[in-house]
C-alpha cells in the first residue's frame, strides 16, 4: 500500500483512496471518461479514468473508499494518475483516519490544550460560557476544519487555528497589559464554533444549507445568548461576547453585521488575520524554490509572493 | 398655549414645549448662550437663550417640558425663538401626547390592522413565531419610532410602517402569485421589532449600548431561534424567517451579514426600501413649491428631487 | 419532428431547427469538428458535428434552419446532440414561429392590453407623444425581445415585460396615491422602445452599430423631443417624460446619464428592476429542486438562491 | 469709480458694483447683518452691512446693481468691505461690461476665430451640420461661460474653452496624423453647446430645470440627430458627432451614457481635460507664492500644487 | 508658574507657554480678535485675546514662547483660556523641554533599547545597513515624532513606536519561528526614519516641501540603497530591506509603490498597524467614561469604541 | 525561407523561428503534444507538436532558435501550425534581428533624436542630470521594449515611445507657454529609464525579482538622487525630477506612491497615457474591418472601439 506522497512519476501503484470529487468528461472521439479525485492523509492526487465501464459510475462517488492500481506521470508539472482498476471498499471496514489529512500536532495534544485555556479563564461569567459551549459543540469542534479551503482545511483545523490563535493572543498580551485577557481568549475559543454548523463534517467539507443562509457567526451569536440567557448571567460579559463573534471578520462586507468597537474585538479580528496569513505563507513558500515567487495567492490578494534566499 | 406649526414671524408666543437639544455658545463678546431645540406634536423650532443664568442649565435639558415665552424671528429661510423667561414643568403634570409626533393613523387603528395580519398568517409555523414574538414584544411595538431620524421617526412609527410594507406585500403578490405569502408578511412583520431593543424608547430615541453592539438584526434573528425552538417546531420555516431578518438591508455593505437568497427575502429588502423612499419623498416634496427642486435629500443619495407642476 | 423539449437520453431524433451559434475546435487528433447551437421554441440544445465536410460549413451557420438526424446523449447533467447529418432548409419555406421561443402570453393578448393601457391615459400631452410612438415602432415593439439574455429575451419579451410593470405600477399606486399614474405609466410604456433600434431583431438578437454608439436611453429620448416638438407640446410633460427615459437605470454607472429626479421616474427604475428580478428567479427555480440552490445567477450578483421545500 | 482689483487695505472706496449673492446673519448680540458678494469685471469682494435697514433688503438682492460707500479691511487673508452706504442703479442706465468678468481675449477676436474654424471643416455632412447648430445657438454660444464655476466660468467662457480645445486638438495632430481632423473639430465645436440651454446666463449662472433633468449631453444629442434628419444626411457622420457628444465625459459615472468608442470620441474627452486643467492651474498658480503649495484644488482632486522656484 | 493640566475653571493662571497656532477673526462688532493655540509639555489649550494691540501680532505667533496672564473657563465641555496679557521671551532664556509633550519612557531608556536592538542583528549585512542609517539619522531619529497628529505625535514619538514594534514583533516570532528575525527587526529599525526628513521638526511638526513631493518612503528607500552601494553590499538584503520599506504601507493607495511580497514585509506592516491602533485606542479610551463610547476615531474608521465596565 | 506574416492556410512552410513559450498538453487518448509559441520580425504563431519525442524537449523552450517544417491551417480565425520536424539552431549562428519585432523606425535614427532633444535641455541641472543617466542606461535604454505586452513592447519600443512623447510635449507646450519645457522634457527622457532593470530584456521580457520587488519608479528615483548628489546640484531640480519620475502613473492605485503636484508632472503622467492609447489604438484598428468594432482592448477599459468607414 502506497501512500500518495511517495508516489513518483512512471510508477505503477496500489493503494487505498478517498474519493473527494467526480467529473464526467468525453474525449475527441466522443468517448466518456470520469476525472477523479483521490486523497488520503498525505495528500492529493487527480486520476483519469479512460473507457468508462458501467460499474465505475458506481465505484468513484464521493465518500466513497477504493482501492486502485494506477500508473502515475507526470502532467503540467503535477502528478496524475492513470487508473487501471479500482475496487470499492466497505468504509466500515477501513480505518478511517488513513484517508484524511490533519493538523500537524496530534488531537489528544490539543485536546490537553484546550482544556488547560478552558482551566485559565478567571472571569467566572466568561468561564461559565466559554465552558458550556465548548462542551456542548465538542466533538465537533475538535474534529472539524477551519474552511473549506484555503487554510486548516484539514482534520482539527479548526482547533488547532484557534489554539495557535490563543497563543498569539498570550504573546501579545504582554506588550498591551491593557487588553482584558480573560475576555479576549474567551472571544478566541467562541469565535469560529459556529462553523460546526455552518460545515458539513471534517472530511469533504461542504456549506450546509443552514450555513448559507444564516452564517457561521449569526448561528454563533445566538447560542451565546440562549446560554447566557439559561445561566442567569446578568453582567455585560454576554454582550461583550456577542459582540466579539459579530464583528470578528472586521468589516460589514466580510460578513460582520457590525465592525469591531472594543479593544478585544478589534485584536479577535487582528489575530484571526494574522494567523491565518502566516499558514497560508507556509504552505505557498513549502511549494516555492528559494529565489522564485509562490504561485498566486487567493486569500492574500492574489499576490505572488518571493521566497528570499537562504544564505 | 400655541403649537409650533402656528408660529410667525414676528409673533411674541407663550407654549409648553419638550427640550429635545441642548448646545452652548459664546458670544463674539464672550457671553455664553444657549441653542435650544425643542419640539411638541406638531412640529420643532431652535430657540436662542441669552444672557444664560444658573437656573437655565437646569431648565434647558433634554427630555425636559419647558414654559416658554418668546419671540419668534424668521433667520435664514426658518422660524427661530428669542427665549424671554422659561418655567420647567414636572413631566408628570403634562400630558406627554402633546410633544411628541405620530403616525398619521390612530393607533388603535393600526393595532387592528396588525391583529387582522396577523390572524391571516396560514401557516401554522410562521404564525406560531409571530405571534409568540409580537406579542413578547408589543407594547414597545406599538409605540417605537422606525429611525432615529430620515423617515418614520415618529410614535408608533415602525407599527405604521411594517404595515405599509405588508399592505404593499399584498399588492405585490397580485402580479407574482408565485410569492409564498405567509412567508413574506412573517417576515415584514418580524424584521424590525429588533428595533425596539437597539433604540431607547419612543421619545428622543437614542441607540442603546445593545443597539450599537449588536444591531437589531442579530438581536431579533437569535429571538426567532430561540421561541422556534422552544416551540418546538423543525420544518425550516424558523431558518427562513431567520434568514429574512438577516438578510433585509440587502448588502452586506449595509450591515446584514448575509445576503438575500430566497424570493421571499429579496422582496423583503426591495419593500422595505420603496416605502421608506414614498415616505421620504413625500416628507420633502411638502416642503417644496411646484416647479422647484427640494434640498438635498440625504438617504436618496443626497439628490434633490423635481416638484412637478400641477395643472 | 421531435421538439427539442421532447428530446431525451440515449435517442436518435430527427428535427427541424434554428442554428444560433457556430464554433470550430480541433481534436486530440488534430480533426476538425463543429459545436453547434441549435434552438426551436421550445428549448436549446448543443450539437457536435465531428468529422467535418465542406459542405457543413455551409449548412451550419447563425440563422440558417436545417433538418437535423443525431443521437442525444447526456453530457454533465445536459443533454447534447452527435450531429448524423443535415439538410440546409428553405427560410421561406418554414414557419417561422417553430424556431423562436416566445412570450408566455399570445401576443395577440399582449396587443389588446396595450390598447387599453393606451386608451387609458387621460393626460392629453402623455396620450399624444406616448401614441405617437407607439404608432411608429409598433411593428417592432410587438415582437422584440427585452434583452439578449438573462430576462424576457423572447420574441415579444419587450412588450410582455413591459405590460408586466404595467400591471405592477397599477397595484403599487394603491398603496401610494401621491403617484402620477398617467405618467409613470406612459414613462412605462416609452421606456424601453428604443430597444427596438439598439437590437437587430426578435431573432437572435445583436447589438447594433447605433445600439453600441447611443444606446437605447438616448435614442429614445431624441425621439421624445422630436414628436413632442411635432406636436407643438408645451407642457413640461415632454421634459418629464424624457427624464424618465434618461434616469431609468438608476444610476449613472449603469448608463443613466441623468438619476431619477422625480417620484415617478425613481419608481419606474425600482418597477424595472423588481420585474425583471422576480422573471429571472422564476426561471432558475424552474430549473432546481426544492431544498436546493439554484446555480449561480449572473444579474443577481451571482448569487445562489435557495428553493425552500414545499410542504 | 474704483475697480475691484484696485482696492486695499485700510482704503475708503466708491464704487459701482454687481450683487452675486446675499445672506442674512445674526450677530451674538442678536442684530441682524447683511453678507454681500460683489462682483465687476476686475474680480470680487464680499462685504459686511450692519445695523440692516429695512430699504437694505430692498437694495442688496442677486442680480441688483449698487453704488456703494465701503470702508475696506484686510480679514483672514481677504480683503473685505464694511458697507457704509448702498444706492440700487436702474440696471438699463449702466454699461453690464463693467460687471461681468470676460474671456482674456476679446470677443470678436473669438467670433473670428470661430468663423475661421467653421470654415475649415472640409466633410460635408460635418460641415454642414456644425454650421447650423453654431447658427442656431450662435448668441449664447459667444456669450455664455462654460460652467458655473471652477473654470471659464466667465462671460465668453464657452467659446474661448471650445476654441482652446481645437487649438490643442490641431497641435496633437500632428503627432498623430491618423486622427480624422473633420470629425475631431466638429466634435468640439458642438460638444458643449448644450450648455446653453442647461444654464440660465451669461451672468451669475445657474442651472435651469431642464439643465438638471436632461442635462446639456443628452439636450445637444438630440439637437443633432434633429439637424442631421432635416438636412436629410444619411452618413454615419450623424452618429459619429452625437457619439461624440454622448461620450464626451469620459466616463458613466460623470454622467456620460456611453463611453468613448472612437479615437477622436476618445481625444475629445481627454483635451477636454486637459485644457480644463491647464486653465485650472492658472488660477490656483498665480494666487501662490513661489516655493508654495496652492491651497485645494477641488476638482483636481483636492490636491494642493507646488510651484515652482523661477531662478 | 502654572502647568496646562493643572487648569481649572474659573481660575486665574500665570504661564510660560508655547504658541502653535494662531488665527485671526471679526466680531459681529465688526472688531478684530486672535484665537491662539498654546502647549506645554502637560498639555494644549485654546486662548482668545480680544481688543488686538498692534503688538500682539508680534507676540503671538507659531513657535514663538510667551508668559501669559489670563482667565480660564469651560467652553463646550473644554476649558479655554481669556488671554489678559503676554510678554514675549527670548527663546534661549527658556528650557525648551518644558513645552513639548515627550513619549511616555525617558530619552535615554529608549536610546540604551535602540543601541540593544542594534547589537542583537546578527546578520552582517543588516548590521552594517541599520548601524549606518541610524548613526547618519541619529540626532532627529532620537527626538522625532512618529506623526502629525492621530498616534505618537511627541517629541521622540518616532523612536518610541519603532522600538514598541521591534518588541511585539519578538513576542510575535515565538510563534512563528519561520520568520528571519533579524530582517524583521531591520525592516522596523528603518521604515520611518525618512520622517525625519518627510517633517520638519520635533516641535509643531509640519509636512516638509520635500516630504509632500517625495514622502518618507522613498526618501528612505533611497538611502538604503544609497548606503548598501557604499558598503559594497552584494547580497539581496538591501532589496529585501528595500522592499519592505517601500511596501511597509500595505497597500497602493496609502501610499506603498509596491505591495507586501514577503513574509517579514508583511508582517512589518501588520505590526505598524496594530502598534498604531493600540496607541490611538490607550488615548480615547483614556477620555472616556466606562459604559460609553469613545468620540469619533478618526484613523480608526471613524467609528466610536464602547468602553466597557470594571466590574 | 518564410516570414510569419506571409503564412496562409493550407500551405508548408520552412521557416527558422524564435521559441518564446510552451506548454505542454496531453490529449483525450492520454497522449503528449506541445503548445509552442513563435516569433520573428513580422509577427507571431502557434504551432502544435503532436506524438512528442524526447528530443522535442530540448529543442523547444523558450529562447531556442528552431528551424522548422510545419502545416499551416485556420483554426478559430487565426492561422496555427501543425509541426512536422523541427532543428534547433546555433544561436550565435544566425541574425537575432530576424527574430524580434522592431519600432517602425530604425533605430540609429531614434539614436539621434534623442541626442537632439538631449542638447536642446537649457537648463544647466536638468542637462546634466539627464544626460549623465542616459549615457549610462544607454545600451540597455535604446533597445529595451517599454512594456511586457499591450504597446511598444518591441525591440526600442521603450525609446520609441519616449521621444513620441518628447514630439507630443513639444506640441502641447505651443498652446500652454506657461509650461516649464525643460522640466518636462527632462522627466519624460527619464520617467521610463527605470524599466531597463525591472525587465529582463529586449527579448521575450519578463519581470525581474528587483522590477517585481522595487518597481521601475523606485529604482530610478533613487538614481536621480544618487546622481545629483554626486553632480553637487543644490537646487531643486533633483527633487522635482525625482517627483515627476514617482508620480507619473498618476494615482497611487496604479503605484505612484505620490500623485502629480506640479504642472509638469500633471503633464507627463496625461502625455503617457495618452502616446499609449494611441498606440494601443492603432494596433487594434489595424486588425479590424471598416463599419466593425475591434476586439476587447484590455488597457482601454475592455473597450470594443469602432472603426468608422472611410467614404
Redesign the interface.
Known amino acids: 500500500m502506497a501512500w500518495i506522497n511517495e508516489f513518483s512519476d512512471n510508477q505503477r501503484v496500489f493503494a487505498q483512496l478517498l474519493v473527494t470529487n467526480v ?9 466518456a ?1 470520469l476525472t477523479v479525485s483521490f486523497q488520503d492523509k498525505t495528500g492529493t492526487i487527480d486520476g ?1 479514468k ?1 473507457d468508462v465501464q458501467v460499474e465505475d459510475n458506481e465505484t468513484y462517488q464521493p465518500g466513497h473508499i477504493v482501492e486502485v492500481t494506477g500508473d502515475v506521470i507526470m ?2 508539472n503535477s502528478l496524475q494518475m ?1 487508473i487501471i482498476s479500482g475496487r470499492l471498499l466497505d468504509s466500515s471496514s477501513v480505518d478511517a483516519s488513513r484517508f484524511t489529512m490533519s493538523a500537524p500536532v496530534e488531537r489528544d495534544i490539543l485536546e490537553k490544550k484546550l482544556a488547560k485555556y478552558l482551566d485559565s479563564i478567571a472571569d467566572p461569567d466568561c468561564s461559565a460560557i466559554v465552558k458550556n459551549l465548548v462542551a456542548q459543540y465538542y466533538d465537533r469542534f475538535v474534529v472539524y476544519p477551519a474552511a473549506v479551503r484555503n487554510h486548516h482545511e484539514y482534520t482539527s483545523g479548526l482547533l488547532f487555528h484557534t489554539l ?1 490563535m490563543a ?2 493572543a498570550e ?2 498580551i ?3 497589559p ?1 487588553i ?1 485577557r480573560d ?1 479576549l481568549i474567551s472571544g478566541i475559543l467562541l469565535h469560529d464554533i459556529g462553523k460546526t454548523v455552518e460545515l458539513s463534517g471534517p472530511i469533504i467539507p461542504k456549506y450546509t ?2 450555513g ?4 457561521h ?2 448561528i454563533m ?2 447560542e451565546i ?2 446560554v447566557a ?1 439559561e445561566l442567569g448571567i446578568t ?2 460579559i454576554p ?2 461576547l ?2 466579539m463573534v ?1 464583528s470578528h471578520h472586521g468589516k ?12 478585544e474585538a ?1 485584536l479577535l479580528n ?1 489575530i484571526d488575520d ?2 491565518a ?2 499558514v497560508i ?2 504552505k505557498a ?1 513549502a511549494a516555492t524554490v528559494e ?1 522564485e ?1 509562490t504561485t498566486k495567492i487567493f486569500p ?2 492574489e ?4 521566497k ?2 537562504s ?1
Not at 467529473?23 to 468517448?31: D, E, F, K, P, Y
Not at 499576490?303 to 518571493?306: A, D, N, P, S
Request: proline share 3%; charged share 30%.
Open positions: 467529473t464526467r468528461g468525453v474525449t475527441g472521439n466522443n468517448l471518461y483519469k479512460w502532467y503540467r492513470k495557535s497563543d498569539l504573546q501579545i504582554v506588550c498591551y491593557q482584558n475576555l444549507v443552514e448559507k443562509m444564516l452564517g457567526i449569526s451569536d445566538s445568548r440562549r440567557s453582567s455585560e454582550m461583550l456577542e459582540h459579530l460589514q462586507e466580510f460578513g460582520s453585521p457590525v465592525e469591531p468597537l472594543t479593544r478589534l487582528i494574522l494567523d496569513k502566516m505563507l507556509d513558500y529565489g515567487f492574500l490578494d499576490r505572488t509572493f518571493y528570499m534566499k544564505k
